[in-house]
């Protein structure tokens, strides 16, 4: 679903890693790997109007309440 006032919406299915424990100060690829819970899908959103009127920072087209919705 597209937010309000939003006149060119961008949806993207990404893989999204599911963090199964704390992961402070890890000093190896192993140790980061061994904290991964699983994965899932996300569909993540932009709202490409905001992003080009911030002068193309993301920070300001990423917060909407249907954007980046986890799955299945």
Excluded: H
């Excluded at 690829?29 to 709202?47: L, P």
């Amino acid at each position: 679903m597209a937010p309000r006032r939003s006149i060119e919406t961008d949806k993207e299915v990404e893989l999204a890693i599911v963090v199964g424990r704390t992961a402070r100060y890890l000093e190896s690829t192993d140790e980061a790997i061994g904290c991964i819970g699983g994965y899932s899908i996300s569909n993540d959103g932009s709202k490409r109007g905001c992003q080009a009127e911030s002068g193309g920072q993301w920070d300001n087209s990423k917060p909407c309440e249907t954007f980046n919705s986890p799955g299945p």
